[in-house]
């Protein structure tokens, strides 16, 4: 994939130098503002996936966030996006973020929904959160004193430092300090075999498609290998892939996963085809291999051919490459969801910034439609689960015990039969918004431009 946008980038460039010329606006005052809108133009024009709907005359003149925002073509793209600082854009790529080390979702706390709570979804280990000894399904609800509600969340949330007020399973309250720190999450969150009735499941909690933190040692890829070298090694026979919340990545790593996955690799071929904007598609016309993304032979982690379906946990979170690995393994082996519908994202996106460093933003414009190998992209509005569950519905217990939600569902749809009847409803609470970001797309990939 990196390969094919590589070609892809240098033939466009080549190809369109000498036709932009009336795209090109010479700057005729020095105006910050002009010149990095004339770049943002300029890029869009060459590589946006909805290329003849750019505006002829936009206003060069707005600052760039807004200048970009209004070049898109907002009935169907609300994926791309700006940012101020390239490595601040490449970080977030890579999973590198300064928080408290915990990911959460906000959720109406009365029936008016004026009041707010935090649940807490995990805890990223080696971080501020994991050292106050912070669990799954812990609930906040004030932050420096200040009840949580729809008019002061955004700026309580924002805080570098801060007392946060929980509540735990046993209705404990307590009160502890924060404070926000770098962390590079790993993505290999949870992974265990189980043996049920003779069986042995594998499950893994995997929560961004992304190689490493972005210092190209590979090592997040290295751990997902040995992940699934262990599950091979211990020959299970089914597996369940938690994508609940994990909001894309990598496009080649989606691919390179699904490749542990299909059955009878060998015999295949295509997994992913892409589709780019006109001029792309008529200028590489004649190498269809630029096209396409192919699966790839990893022998010692490969588990495909022991299994008969897969099932995916996944939810409103669940996006982007993720849903791509869905759209990619369906036509070769049974895929049974579980949980929300998906975010509904087939598109994908790559990142570009000014190589003459004459500004710091980047841009992540989508540039292409991800398809699988029967031309297939109808989820734009989500993958509908095929069992239906909202874990909101139900108390939040750590990754890989049995009484958690939609692991249990899991195991009850591998055995026939529920294997637990202590599962017990709770308050519902209504979702509000999520702390995860949908907009991940692609990080290995970037453009000087």
């Known amino acids: ?35 990095v809108n004339e770049w943002i133009y300029k890029t869009m024009y060459n590589y946006y996936y909805w290329d003849t709907e750019l505006p002829l005359k936009p206003d060069y003149s707005a600052n760039p966030d807004i200048f970009f925002n209004s070049l898109l073509f907002r009935p169907d793209d609300h994926f791309s996006w700006i940012n101020g600082s390239k490595q601040n854009n490449q970080d977030m790529l890579n999973g590198i973020n300064e928080s408290f080390g915990f ?28 050292n106050a000894n912070l669990k799954r399904g812990d ?82 890829w290295k751990d997902l290998l040995d992940v699934f070298s262990l599950f091979k090694n211990e020959n299970i026979t ?20 699904s490749s542990l996955l299909v059955p009878n690799i060998m015999d295949l071929n295509v997994a992913l085809k892409l589709e780019y904007n006109s001029k792309i598609m008529k200028a590489m016309q004649n190498d269809s291999t630029l096209f396409e993304m192919r699966f790839s032979s990893f022998p010692e982690s490969y588990i495909g051919n022991n299994l008969k379906r897969i099932y995916v ?12 690995l869905i759209n990619c393994l369906k036509p070769y082996i049974s895929i049974v969801l579980i949980g929300k519908t998906t975010y509904g994202k087939n598109y994908g996106s790559m990142m570009f910034y000014d190589e003459k ?13 991800i398809l699988n190998c029967n031309g297939e992209s109808d989820y734009n509005h989500g993958f509908i689960p095929d069992i239906y569950i909202d ?23 591998i055995r ?21 970001e949908y907009r991940v797309d692609m990080p290995e990939i970037q453009k000087g431009l």
């Open 139 to 220: 609930t906040f609800f004030m932050i420096d004193g200040e009840e949580l509600n729809v008019k002061n969340y955004n700026l309580l949330l924002t805080k570098k430092t801060a007392s946060y007020t929980f509540q735990n399973s046993d209705k404990e309250i307590f009160t502890i300090e924060l404070t926000a720190t770098e962390i590079k999450e790993n993505p290999v969150y949870y992974k265990n075999i189980y043996e049920l009735d003779n069986q042995k499941i594998g499950y893994l909690v995997y929560n961004q498609f992304t190689e490493d933190s972005g210092d190209g040692t590979q090592s997040y």
């Open 103 to 130: 990911e959460y979702i906000l959720a109406y706390k009365d029936s008016l929904k004026k009041e707010l709570c935090g649940l807490i979804q995990y805890v990223i280990p080696n971080s501020s959160a994991s």
């Open 416 to 436: 026939g039969e529920n294997i637990l009847k202590s599962i017990k409803h709770k308050n519902k609470f209504k979702s509000f918004k999520s702390s995860r």
């Open 357 to 369: 460093n004459r500004f710091d933003w980047a841009i992540q414009p989508i540039i292409l439609k």
């Open 313 to 324: 946990i996944v939810g409103d979170n669940t996006a982007s490459s993720s849903e791509a």
């Open 1 to 35: 994939m990196k390969k094919n946008l590589y070609y892809i980038a240098i033939f466009i460039c080549l190809l369109f130098s000498s036709c932009l010329v009336e795209h090109e606006y010479i700057p005729t005052q020095k105006d910050e503002n002009k010149i």
């Open 391 to 413: 874990e909101l519905d139900y108390p939040f217990v750590e990754f890989g015990d049995i009484e958690e939600t939609l692991f249990n569902e899991a195991l009850f749809s």
């Open 238 to 257: 089914e597996f369940i892939l938690d994508l609940r919340y994990n909001p894309g990545g990598s496009l080649d790593l989606a691919v390179k996963l």
